[in-house]
C-alpha cells in the first residue's frame, strides 16, 4: 500500500540542525500541497508548515525564521531544514502528502533536542 517514510530524526543540542525528510511510495496519483506536523508528548499533533505544488509555504509562527519546508516535486520528496533548534521543538514529527482524493502519513521521526 501506500506509504510515507521519515527519515533525518535524532537528538541535538539546543542551537543545532537537522534536516528531514520523507519520501513516498506506492501512490500513484499526483501530490499536491505537502506537509509537516509534531506531536510532543501530552500535547496535540500541530502543523508545522505547509508547501503547495508550486511552493508556496506557511509555517507556524512558533518555528518562523527558523524552519524551513521545501520539496522535489520531481522525486516526490519533502524536506524540513530546522536550524536553532530549542528544546520545546521536542517531539515525533510527521510528515503529511494530499494528493486529489487522498491524505497520506508517514509514522513519524523523533526529534529530541537537549537544553
Known amino acids: 500500500q501506500a506509504q510515507l517514510v521519515e527519515s533525518g530524526g535524532g537528538l541535538v543540542q539546543a542551537g543545532g540542525s537537522l534536516r528531514l525528510s520523507c519520501a513516498a511510495s506506492?501512490?500513484?496519483?499526483?501530490?499536491?500541497?505537502m506537509g509537516w506536523y509534531r506531536q510532543a508528548p501530552g500535547k496535540q499533533r500541530e502543523l508545522v508548515a505547509l508547501i503547495t505544488t508550486i511552493g508556496i509555504t506557511n509555517s507556524a509562527d512558533s518555528v518562523k525564521g527558523r524552519f524551513t519546508i521545501s520539496r522535489d516535486n520531481a522525486k516526490n520528496l519533502l524536506y524540513l531544514q530546522m536550524d536553532s533548534l530549542k528544546p520545546e521543538d521536542t517531539a515525533v514529527y510527521y510528515c503529511?502528502?494530499?494528493?486529489?482524493?487522498?491524505?497520506?502519513w508517514g509514522q513519524g521521526t523523533q526529534v529530541t533536542v537537549s537544553s
Open positions: 506506492g501512490i500513484t496519483s499526483k501530490i499536491r500541497t
Open positions: 503529511n502528502y494530499w494528493t486529489v482524493d487522498t491524505t497520506y
